[in-house]
């Protein structure tokens, strides 16, 4: 909920359509989600090289650098790892309009915080692979 009522959302000319369309693919979030040492930012890091050698657009977002920036006024407790979790989803949601496939690396142990984020896109944008997925890889 926005603390103003002034608020106008911009359009561009210049629309994710297009930026897809010149890119030569679709824009989408990876999130690889689990606990501390479960390999996130490795494989992260991996498909981005791949991605990255066949000529796509990437770009990681890793949950360590964000809490080093963005939401380094953020702890641990649950109120803030949902914080934490929902402004990294609108962080994805801006890199997914710039027609950029974005991987996102952290720890997100409530279900209820990855579901809201997963509102934040349409079908067919938002994949997560967890931990588990990860452990058998």
């Given at each position: 909920?926005?603390?103003?009522?002034?608020?106008?959302?911009?359009?561009?000319?210049?629309?994710?359509?297009?930026?897809?369309?010149?890119?030569?693919?679709?824009?989408?979030?990876?999130?690889?989600?689990?606990?501390?040492?479960?390999?996130?930012?490795?494989?992260?890091?991996?498909?981005?090289?791949q991605l990255h050698q066949a000529g796509r657009r990437t770009f990681v977002l890793d949950g360590d650098n964000i809490r080093h920036g963005l939401n380094r006024d953020l702890g641990f407790s649950q109120e803030?790892?949902?914080?934490?979790?929902?402004?990294?989803?609108?962080?994805?949601?801006?890199?997914?309009?710039?027609?950029?496939?974005?991987?996102?690396?952290?720890?997100?142990?409530?279900?209820?915080?990855?579901?809201?984020?997963?509102?934040?896109?349409?079908?067919?944008?938002?994949?997560?692979?967890?931990?588990?997925?990860?452990?058998?890889?």
């Amino acid at each position: 909920m926005n603390k103003s009522s002034d608020l106008v959302r911009q359009h561009a000319t210049v629309t994710r359509e297009r930026r897809e369309r010149q890119n030569g693919h679709k824009s989408f979030v990876l999130c690889f989600t689990g606990l501390s040492g479960a390999g996130k930012s490795t494989l992260a890091n991996a498909v981005e090289e791949q991605l990255h050698q066949a000529g796509r657009r990437t770009f990681v977002l890793d949950g360590d650098n964000i809490r080093h920036g963005l939401n380094r006024d953020l702890g641990f407790s649950q109120e803030d790892r949902g914080e934490n979790l929902r402004r990294v989803g609108e962080l994805s949601s801006l890199f997914v309009e710039a027609g950029v496939i974005t991987l996102v690396a952290l720890i997100s142990p409530y279900k209820q915080d990855r579901e809201l984020v997963r509102t934040m896109f349409k079908p067919g944008e938002f994949f997560e692979i967890s931990d588990d997925l990860i452990s058998r890889i």
